[in-house]
């Protein structure tokens, strides 16, 4: 699958001002990634096809519409990435005075997907009948109002949109609160997740899953993508180069912008000597929970953005094409996860290297697949080996 993160907002987080996000092109400029999934679907044929949609400014009728509609286009490979978008900018920009509480987002997020559910199953799967001879486009009976009313949402349905192939996107959802994770659990057919250390992506893994099948799902039918970075070399030593100089392109006040944007939270008020790990602020515990040293050790503000602006807290994997794949297969088979999400560390290339050098050898090593065995993305997350 390509997926394309969103949001709706050019961050003024950090120190309240526009200009580090805009210097330092920390996600902005940031395109509209659904009309872009249309020109791609045009030009491929298998790769699944996702992208970032908010719960939290638009109706889910609208969602609805628009997700059955790619997924029409794309021939059942859509994929909807769920987020409940937690940064005040956004909500600004849709004319919010105030963002949302997590919870009440997340609250807010269930009924969206449930009225967008009801409406991708307003049209029964046999409802389109074409019959020409006796004049029949739709059997009307096949097709259904579903008089929504909850407590955020109204809808009346039908949709005006024919059955898609996946009956609307598959779903995914990157979700780190409690609340985030009871959503992935309910709907999600894959989960990104961010977790450097494999004790704790184990534990992660674990957890998700008992979730799944305690909401009555098949664990498998929720895939759990870890995020890496992948960055390759012909040799050791080149590929270790190319690190460096990946990561001290990014600087301190980049990575902070970058930072304060995803926690809301503006790191100026802070001394960028602080120790992250001493930090109480609610909205800090996101940060505290994924960045450590290797050695466990904590580090400093400054310290945690540089490394937010280099991988967004992924680990990176280095190495020769053997020694990446090496490490993608030591974290897969202590964590048990059911693939990975990769960050290029540049555009183009580092994706094209990824696959014509780390995939061959996963393939030669059967940890790959060769071919597709199904049509839509749901089918590719479920494949089983
Ligand atoms: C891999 C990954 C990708 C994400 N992509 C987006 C995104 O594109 N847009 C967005 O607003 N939030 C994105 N998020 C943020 C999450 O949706 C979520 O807001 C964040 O992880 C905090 O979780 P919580 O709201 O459950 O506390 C992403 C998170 C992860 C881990």
Redesign the pocket.
Known sequence: MVFF???NFISDTFRGSIEPALRYATQAPEHDPIPLLSMIAAVTSHVGLGA?F?TSYQHPYYAARMWATLDHLTGGRAAW?I?????QN?AANYGQDKLDP?EL??EKAHEFIEVCQQLWNSWDEDAVVMDRQNAIFVDASKVRRIEFEGRFYKSRGPLNVVRSPQNGPALI?????P???ELAAKYADAV???HPRAEDAASYYADVKNRVSALGRNPDHCAILF?VQPIIGESEAEALEKQEEHNSLVTVDGGMALLSG?LNFDLSALSPDDEMMSKTEPELQ?ARRVYRKENGESMTVSEVAQRHGQS?GLPQFVGTASSVADQLEAFFDRVGGDGF?LSPIYCPGAIEEFVDLVVPELQRRGRFRTEYTGVTQRDHLRQED
Do not use: E
């Open positions: 993160a969103d949001l970032t908010s990435n987020v409940t978008s937690l940064n956004q997590g987002r997340y959802q990157a979700g780190t609160s609340k985030g994770i990104f997740a961010i995020g995803h996101r967004v999400m």
